[in-house]
């Protein structure tokens, strides 16, 4: 991940970031080692400037309206090796190193954990941790 500084005069990186009429950018975590997408979260400004700067992934909670520093509750953290934007600067890809294996809340790899089949949505990938455990100390 290229050095950035954190939020300064010439921050002119971030003015390049198109954010929505509500502050918020699409976000797209991927594996970088196996380029699997592993989820798709939204972030703010405050978001990126606190990944840019740590290193490690933090997102938009629109259902709790704050801050989500992924893996502080969870233990799966997020450890950020790449970030870019996209053509329109209206989306950002996180290439990533995911700790423990699971990205998804549901105890799976990945959130794309279901594919369209015959009419139906199927389960194609196990779940790797019960949600409970995973959970279990809040």
Request: contains cysteine.
């Amino acid at each position: 991940m290229t050095d950035q500084p954190a939020e300064s005069p010439t921050s002119e990186w971030l003015s390049e970031v198109k954010f929505d009429s509500d502050g918020l950018i699409p976000a797209i975590a991927q594996d970088i080692q196996t380029k699997r997408v592993l989820m798709v979260a939204w972030m703010n400004r405050e978001a990126l400037l606190e990944t840019i700067n740590t290193q490690s992934a933090v997102y938009w909670s629109r259902s709790r309206n704050k801050l989500w520093r992924k893996g502080e509750e969870s233990g799966h953290f997020q450890h950020i090796k790449e970030v870019s934007i996209d053509c329109d600067g209206d989306v950002v890809l996180l290439q990533l190193e995911q700790i423990g294996g699971i990205a998804c809340h549901t105890g799976r790899e990945s959130c794309f954990f279901r594919v369209f089949n015959q009419g139906q949505w199927q389960t194609i990938e196990p779940q790797l941790k019960d949600p409970d455990e995973i959970y279990s100390n809040q």
